[in-house]
Nanobody
Framework: QVQLVESGGGLVQPGGSLRLSCAAS????????MYWHRQAPGKSRESVAY???????TYIDSVKGRFTISRDNAKNMLYLQMNNLKTRDTGIYYC????????WGQGTQVTVSQ
């Protein structure tokens, strides 16, 4: 059974940092692009960053210079290092892999607040 499990979310003050992890199991995703998405309260889900099998990365403008996506293919893991967090980064963060179909994790809550 294929499963993606996110972890690492929590409550942090503005300017703080969090590192999200996504553990994939059930199949090897090393040959596929992996994504981090987020959904803020009352808003649509948006793609935050993605990383290709070779390690090329892309970010939305609002997180460039603050977030870093990475992967460990040997461990079937995806990461998102988030620095200098802002209140607008609050939301549920999901990892996704599109293989023969899209696989999603259950999400991890990130709250940036004083």
């Amino acid at each position: 059974q294929v499963q993606l499990v996110e972890s690492g979310g929590g409550l942090v003050q503005p300017g703080g940092s969090l590192r999200l992890s996504c553990a994939a199991s059930g199949r090897d995703f090393s040959g596929f692009t992996m994504y981090w998405h987020r959904q803020a309260p009352g808003k649509s889900r948006e793609s935050v960053a993605y990383i290709t099998p070779g390690g090329a990365t892309t970010y939305i403008d609002s997180v460039k210079g603050r977030f870093t996506i990475s992967r460990d293919n040997a461990k079937n893991m995806l990461y998102l290092q988030m620095n200098n967090l802002k209140t607008r980064d609050t939301g549920i963060y999901y990892c996704q892999v599109v293989a023969e179909k899209g696989y999603w994790g259950q999400g991890t809550q990130v709250t940036v607040s004083q």
